[in-house]
């Protein structure tokens, strides 16, 4: 059973930048899709982007695209979600998750595993 845990959530004001990480546990995700989502209250939760199993492809929500990266590290079990020119619209928790499809998808229902969330709030 793979664990998620992200990490490197936090306050920052708009413009500013933050890197999440989310490390795995309980199993290696090297041949698991990986994908980040996020919810804002009141929202439903929405696909940021996914990286394939080797990260040689990623794709992005048009809203994240050219401000967000993901990238992944499978000698250390973990995914990071590098997030630029934050916006007040980026406050949201934003959560990790793991498929066992190798190249993902941005359907909630196509991943496995689940991690907590991390709350990031973008002050404007």
């Known amino acids: 059973q793979v664990q998620l845990v992200e990490s490197g959530g936090g306050l920052v004001q708009a413009g500013g930048s933050l890197r999440l990480s989310c490390v795995a546990s309980?199993?290696?995700?090297?041949?698991?899709?990986m994908g980040w989502f996020r919810q804002a209250p009141g929202n439903e939760r929405e696909p940021v982007g996914y990286?394939?199993?080797?990260?040689?492809?990623?794709n992005y929500a048009d809203f994240v695209k050219g401000r967000f990266t993901i990238s992944r590290d499978n000698a250390k079990n973990t995914v990071y979600l590098q997030m630029n020119s934050l916006k007040a619209e980026d406050t949201a928790v934003y959560y990790c998750s793991a498929a066992r499809s190798r190249y993902g998808s941005g359907w909630s229902d196509d991943y496995d595993y689940w991690g907590q969330g991390t709350q990031v709030t973008v002050s404007s």
């Open positions: 990286i394939s199993w080797s990260g040689d492809n990623t």
């Open positions: 309980g199993g290696t995700i090297s041949f698991y899709a």
